[in-house]
């Protein structure tokens, strides 16, 4: 059976089955219909701590599962007809989207309704969902507060929350809207959050909204498995004649980041007079746009696709064979994020950076994260830098 909206791509799974983590035969029923044999880690360990009423933090990989990690206690939980139980947060559109499908497949044994609020969009259409009583908020922070604001919603009856892609929810960008939200919604709640990284600082913050969540870390060491990092260092006047040489070398279904969205424009038509198959997905762009040209991009029509790290987020597209940072990304935590957008689940990939020396110290964070020293390439054409030995310091050096 195959769904709109729902990607579907290979997996790990475990030896377990979905009956004996707590679900019901009539949820069980759906899963199994659906094509979902074996629970993957993540959902094996988080379902039935969540059905439990416990809080959880939920550290996987992307494309490890977790969707189904959180909707399906949801469905077991929710029925029908009883207000706004179920609010989830999701950092982007996309992502928001894909959850909805999740949820309106996994939930029509209980009949279960969601409405999606996602910015970009015309509100009515919302407005309209939100009448028709549903059981289940998905939403994008901006978007949520628009409605609510407006008394198209209320949250005072909010029994589970579901905070994905936590870390960036939680971060600077967003924590104002956040703390907003969360002020509206009961204490008395389940709540769960998901990341592929949490760094330190995040979740400080998130446990200030939880009550003694359980922590499941199932991330591997590093980025995902089955994934080779590149680095090509470059003169900042040689990172154009990098990508475009790099395009021509590594063929397949590529995906490459800018920082920022005047970027992403430049880039898009620079590639696209050269005569590549390049389309473009940026928060500046309408939603319908956005979904348009990641379509595009699914399908093979065309096979770059350039976009800025919030976009970025929410692409998953099974088969990206290469990964490009054009610009090196601003965190550790955003270049764990686009190394995860190929590579996913059993598949492999690879992970180019652009960079010049002034990028160096990020670099240096970003082997410290993976655990390993990113292989220094050149491209045909292009003169490398010449890299400064900087001396580790002790703890870097024992770490890589
Ligand atoms: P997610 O991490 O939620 O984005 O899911 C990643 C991919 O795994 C999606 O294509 C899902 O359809 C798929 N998936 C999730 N759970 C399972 C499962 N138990 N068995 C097989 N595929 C799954």
Same mark, same amino acid.
């Given at each position: 059976?195959?769904?709109?909206?729902?990607?579907?791509?290979?997996?790990?799974?475990?030896?377990?089955?979905?009956?004996?983590?707590g679900?019901?035969?009539?949820?069980?029923?759906?899963?199994?219909?659906?094509?979902?044999?074996?629970?993957?880690?993540?959902?094996?360990?988080?379902?039935?701590?969540?059905?439990?009423?416990?809080?959880?933090?939920?550290?996987?990989?992307?494309?490890?599962?977790?969707?189904?990690?959180?909707?399906?206690?949801?469905?077991?939980?929710?029925?029908?007809?009883?207000?706004?139980?179920?609010?989830?947060?999701?950092?982007?559109?996309?992502?928001?989207?894909?959850?909805?499908a999740?949820?309106?497949?996994?939930?029509?044994?209980?009949e279960?309704?969601?409405?999606?609020?996602?910015?970009?969009?015309?509100?009515?259409?919302?407005?309209?969902?939100?009448?028709?009583?549903?059981?289940?908020?998905?939403?994008?922070?901006?978007?949520?507060?628009?409605?609510?604001?407006?008394?198209?919603?209320?949250?005072?009856?909010?029994?589970?929350?579901?905070? &994905?892609?936590?870390? #960036?929810m %939680? *971060?600077?960008?967003?924590? $104002?809207?956040? =703390?907003?939200?969360?002020? +509206?919604l009961?204490?008395a709640?389940?709540?769960?959050?998901?990341?592929?990284?949490?760094?330190?600082?995040?979740?400080?913050?998130?446990?200030?909204?939880?009550?003694?969540?359980?922590?499941?870390?199932?991330?591997?060491?590093?980025?995902?498995?089955?994934?080779?990092?590149?680095?090509?260092?470059?003169?900042?006047?040689?990172?154009?004649?990098?990508?475009?040489?790099?395009?021509?070398?590594?063929?397949?279904?590529?995906?490459?980041?800018?920082?920022?969205?005047?970027?992403? &424009?430049w880039?898009? #038509?620079? %590639? *696209?007079?050269?005569?590549? $198959?390049v389309? =473009?997905?940026?928060?500046? +762009?309408?939603?319908?746009?956005?979904?348009?040209?990641?379509?595009?991009?699914?399908?093979?029509?065309?096979?770059?696709?350039?976009?800025?790290?919030?976009?970025?987020?929410?692409?998953?597209?099974?088969?990206?064979?290469?990964?490009?940072?054009?610009?090196?990304?601003?965190?550790?935590?955003?270049?764990?994020?686009?190394?995860?957008?190929?590579?996913?689940?059993?598949?492999?990939?690879?992970?180019?950076?652009?960079?010049?020396?002034?990028?160096?110290?990020?670099?240096?964070?970003?082997?410290?994260?993976?655990?390993?020293?990113?292989?220094?390439?050149?491209?045909?054409?292009?003169?490398?830098e010449?890299e400064?030995?900087?001396?580790?310091?002790?703890?870097?050096?024992?770490?890589?």
């Amino acid at each position: 059976m195959s769904i709109e909206g729902i990607p579907q791509h290979p997996v790990p799974i475990t030896e377990g089955t979905f009956d004996t983590i707590g679900l019901s035969p009539n949820i069980v029923d759906v899963v199994r219909r659906f094509g979902f044999e074996h629970p993957t880690p993540i959902q094996a360990a988080v379902i039935p701590i969540a059905l439990s009423g416990k809080d959880v933090i939920g550290l996987a990989e992307t494309g490890s599962g977790k969707t189904a990690a959180f909707v399906l206690p949801l469905a077991e939980r929710l029925v029908h007809g009883r207000g706004v139980r179920g609010l989830i947060l999701s950092p982007t559109r996309e992502i928001a989207l894909q959850t909805k499908a999740f949820l309106d497949l996994f939930g029509a044994n209980h009949e279960l309704r969601t409405a999606c609020l996602i910015g970009g969009v015309k509100m009515l259409p919302q407005v309209k969902d939100l009448r028709a009583k549903p059981d289940i908020v998905v939403a994008t922070p901006g978007r949520l507060l628009d409605h609510v604001n407006r008394l198209n919603v209320k949250l005072d009856e909010i029994e589970y929350l579901v905070l &994905d892609e936590a870390d #960036h929810m %939680l *971060d600077l960008g967003f924590l $104002p809207q956040m =703390r907003d939200i969360l002020r +509206l919604l009961p204490r008395a709640r389940q709540t769960m959050m998901f990341s592929a990284t949490m760094p330190d600082s995040i979740e400080m913050i998130a446990r200030d909204f939880m009550r003694q969540p359980e922590r499941i870390d199932i991330t591997p060491q590093g980025t995902a498995e089955g994934i080779s990092h590149r680095l090509y260092l470059v003169k900042l006047e040689n990172k154009r004649p990098a990508l475009l040489a790099l395009l021509l070398q590594e063929l397949g279904s590529t995906l490459v980041f800018t920082r920022r969205k005047i970027d992403a &424009d430049w880039l898009f #038509h620079i %590639l *696209d007079r050269q005569g590549h $198959p390049v389309t =473009r997905i940026h928060s500046d +762009l309408s939603q319908g746009k956005r979904v348009a040209n990641l379509q595009k991009f699914r399908t093979g029509q065309h096979r770059i696709l350039v976009a800025t790290d919030i976009a970025g987020r929410g692409i998953d597209i099974p088969g990206i064979q290469h990964v490009i940072n054009f610009d090196v990304p601003e965190t550790v935590e955003d270049y764990i994020h686009r190394s995860g957008r190929t590579a996913r689940g059993s598949a492999i990939g690879t992970v180019s950076t652009i960079a010049t020396w002034q990028d160096m110290q990020m670099i240096r964070n970003i082997e410290i994260e993976i655990g390993e020293k990113i292989p220094r390439c050149t491209v045909a054409g292009v003169p490398p830098e010449v890299e400064l030995e900087k001396k580790p310091a002790a703890r870097e050096r024992r770490r890589l």
